[in-house]
Each structure stands twice: as structure tokens, then as C-alpha cells.
């Protein structure tokens, strides 16, 4: 079911759909994990810590709201979506660890390794990361050819070449360094652009689209990463850890590259809003119904946490 028809003219009402998605998304995450009294109890109690923690959950709805263009099956498209969200939450845990950015605070709450202890934060990742692979295995009614299509699009995006951990790999090496516009592109192009225009594939393709049709929405999904974390280093500098719950300023405190270091605060507002509108080219080439996907866009480059 589509969740805004195509000849209506009214705004799409982005809040009150991520508010809709998000509960949706907690729902199958709840039915999809360990419960916390399965042994043993203490690693699952850590996966449930850090996932019902809170967040927007942007990656599962950019995911749904991709599929549902296309009239994705819901029984294919809210695991994968949840699959995204577990990989999602597997690499904040571990990107809080001491020996990563070191941080105490995530989703306004005392991040995992500090409640369950280092050993446990580590493993709950694991787990994480591991039982998003099993969600995605798990019979769908997607057709084996295309449900392997989906697996492989979030194990490359996961992975170490223009992926997440290759992103934080490039990160961590150039912390204190100075680095130009490219590098910072090729960082987050991956540690952060690489899930997001992940989900958008993943939903795309579990929806069916076509070779033209995911060609524009992967460039949508990769427009739309880099302006989140421009976004997000505008965020960092502007905000308070209450607004944004997590530590504001950890990546000046760290001599960090970011966005706003580079270009001033001003500067980076206008590469995100530049960018914004580029994903909103894309998707409109992409499909005549994407108008959900132009106000995510929107709301990635305005929201204030």
C-alpha cells in the first residue's frame, strides 16, 4: 500500500510518517530480536539497550518509503528495513567504544559499553551485525535471485570498499591530520553515505525497480548521506548535547575534519542545501511518486537533532 497517492496535492506530512514508520520499525525489531530473558540474558538485554534507545530510524524509512514507490510486499520490505536499522545500531555501539571516539552518550542516554561494560558493548555489536544477516536470510517471498540481491547490496555496504567500516578505518587515520574537501567526501561518501543510499537500493529492490529507476535513486541515496553528515557537523557545532543526544563538539575537542571546520558553518549549510536539492533532482527522475522521498531529503539538511 502506497503511503501518499500520486494525485494528491497536498505536502507530504514527513513527521507524522516517520513517527507511523518508526513505530512500525520498533514493532518488527521487537518481534525480529532475542528477548532479553533468552540466555544468555545479558547480551540480549545489551542488542535491546542500544536499539530501543530512541533515534529518527531514518535508515529502515528511507527503506520503506523507497519500496513503498514501488509497492514493495511488506513482509519482504519491514525485515530488510530492520536489517539496516540492526547494522545501524551495531556500528553506533561500536563506534562509542574507548578505542573508537570514546563517547558516553548517545540517543540521550549512557552509550552501551558504558552500562554493560566494554566486553559486552563489543559483543552486542557482533550480534547486531550477525542478526541482521540472519533477518535478511530469512524466507521473504522476494524469489531466491532477488532476495540474494538484497543481502549482497547490505553486506557490500556494510563492508570495507567505499562501506562503513571503510569509512571509520579512513576516519580514524586522518584524525589530526589536515585533510581537504576530496578526503572528507571519501570518508563520509562511506562511513556514513554508504547505509543511507544502501537503504534507498535496498527498498528499490525489493520493490522491483527497474535498472533506470535505481540508477536515479542511488544518486539520490548518495546525495542525500553526504548532506546528512554535513548536516550532522553543522549539528555538532550548533547544537547542545541535550538537543542532540550525544556529546556536542567531541569532533572539535578531537581535532576532527569536519564539514563545518572546512567551510564554516555557512558554507556547510550551503553545500547541504545544495546537495539536498540535487537528491531531489534525482528522485524526481527517478519516479513520478517520490515527492516522501523530496521531504526526507528536506528534513535530513533542516532537522535540529
Given at each position: 500500500?502506497?503511503?501518499?497517492?500520486?494525485?494528491?496535492?497536498?505536502?507530504?506530512?514527513v513527521?507524522?510518517?516517520?513517527?507511523?514508520?518508526?513505530?512500525?520499525?520498533?514493532?518488527?525489531?521487537?518481534?525480529?530480536?532475542?528477548?532479553?530473558?533468552?540466555?544468555?540474558?545479558?547480551?540480549?538485554?545489551?542488542?535491546?539497550?542500544?536499539?530501543?534507545?530512541?533515534?529518527k530510524?531514518?535508515?529502515?524509512?528511507?527503506?520503506?518509503?523507497?519500496?513503498?514507490?514501488?509497492?514493495?510486499d511488506?513482509?519482504?520490505?519491514?525485515?530488510?528495513?530492520?536489517?539496516?536499522?540492526?547494522?545501524?545500531?551495531?556500528?553506533?555501539?561500536?563506534?562509542?567504544?574507548?578505542?573508537?571516539?570514546?563517547?558516553?552518550?548517545?540517543?540521550?542516554?549512557?552509550?552501551?559499553?558504558?552500562?554493560?561494560?566494554?566486553?559486552?558493548?563489543?559483543?552486542?555489536?557482533?550480534?547486531?551485525?550477525?542478526?541482521?544477516?540472519?533477518?535478511?536470510?530469512?524466507?521473504?517471498?522476494?524469489?531466491?535471485?532477488?532476495?540474494?540481491?538484497?543481502?549482497?547490496?547490505?553486506?557490500?555496504?556494510?563492508?570495507?570498499?567505499?562501506?562503513?567500516?571503510?569509512?571509520?578505518?579512513?576516519?580514524?587515520q586522518?584524525e589530526?591530520?589536515?585533510?581537504?574537501?576530496?578526503?572528507?567526501?571519501?570518508i563520509?561518501r562511506?562511513?556514513?553515505?554508504?547505509?543511507?543510499?544502501?537503504?534507498?537500493?535496498?527498498?528499490?529492490?525489493?520493490?522491483?525497480?527497474?535498472?533506470?529507476?535505481?540508477?536515479?535513486?542511488?544518486?539520490?541515496?548518495?546525495k542525500?548521506?553526504l548532506?546528512?553528515?554535513?548536516?550532522d557537523?553543522?549539528?555538532?557545532?550548533?547544537?547542545?548535547s541535550?538537543?542532540?543526544?550525544?556529546?556536542?563538539g567531541?569532533?572539535?575537542?578531537?581535532?576532527?575534519?569536519?564539514?563545518?571546520?572546512?567551510?564554516?558553518?555557512?558554507?556547510?549549510?550551503?553545500?547541504?542545501?545544495?546537495?539536498?536539492?540535487?537528491?531531489?533532482?534525482?528522485?524526481?527522475?527517478?519516479?513520478?511518486e517520490?515527492?516522501?522521498?523530496?521531504?526526507?531529503?528536506?528534513?535530513?539538511?533542516?532537522?535540529?537533532?
Amino acid at each position: 500500500m502506497r503511503a501518499f497517492p500520486s494525485n494528491s496535492a497536498a505536502p507530504v506530512a514527513v513527521g507524522e510518517y516517520f513517527r507511523q514508520k518508526s513505530a512500525q520499525v520498533d514493532e518488527w525489531l521487537d518481534r525480529l530480536l532475542p528477548r532479553e530473558a533468552e540466555p544468555p540474558a545479558e547480551i540480549h538485554r545489551a542488542m535491546r539497550y542500544s536499539t530501543f534507545a530512541g533515534g529518527k530510524r531514518l535508515r529502515p524509512i528511507l527503506a520503506i518509503a523507497t519500496g513503498e514507490i514501488f509497492d514493495a510486499d511488506e513482509r519482504a520490505l519491514l525485515p530488510a528495513a530492520c536489517a539496516l536499522e540492526m547494522i545501524h545500531t551495531y556500528s553506533l555501539i561500536h563506534d562509542d567504544l574507548p578505542a573508537m571516539d570514546d563517547d558516553g552518550l548517545r540517543r540521550g542516554r549512557p552509550t552501551c559499553h558504558v552500562v554493560f561494560g566494554e566486553a559486552m558493548a563489543i559483543l552486542a555489536g557482533d550480534a547486531l551485525l550477525t542478526q541482521s544477516f540472519r533477518t535478511l536470510a530469512e524466507p521473504a517471498g522476494l524469489g531466491p535471485e532477488r532476495q540474494l540481491q538484497v543481502i549482497a547490496e547490505v553486506a557490500q555496504a556494510a563492508g570495507t570498499v567505499r562501506a562503513l567500516i571503510g569509512g571509520q578505518v579512513l576516519d580514524l587515520q586522518s584524525e589530526g591530520k589536515p585533510i581537504d574537501g576530496g578526503r572528507l567526501d571519501e570518508i563520509h561518501r562511506a562511513k556514513t553515505g554508504a547505509l543511507i543510499r544502501c537503504a534507498v537500493r535496498v527498498g528499490a529492490l525489493v520493490g522491483g525497480a527497474g535498472e533506470r529507476e535505481l540508477a536515479h535513486l542511488t544518486e539520490y541515496g548518495e546525495k542525500a548521506g553526504l548532506a546528512f553528515q554535513i548536516a550532522d557537523d553543522v549539528l555538532d557545532e550548533t547544537s547542545t548535547s541535550e538537543q542532540l543526544g550525544k556529546t556536542a563538539g567531541k569532533d572539535a575537542a578531537k581535532n576532527k575534519a569536519t564539514y563545518a571546520a572546512l567551510y564554516g558553518i555557512a558554507g556547510a549549510r550551503e553545500r547541504a542545501a545544495a546537495l539536498c536539492r540535487e537528491a531531489i533532482e534525482a528522485a524526481r527522475r527517478a519516479s513520478r511518486e517520490a515527492r516522501l522521498l523530496e521531504e526526507i531529503a528536506r528534513f535530513i539538511v533542516e532537522r535540529n537533532s
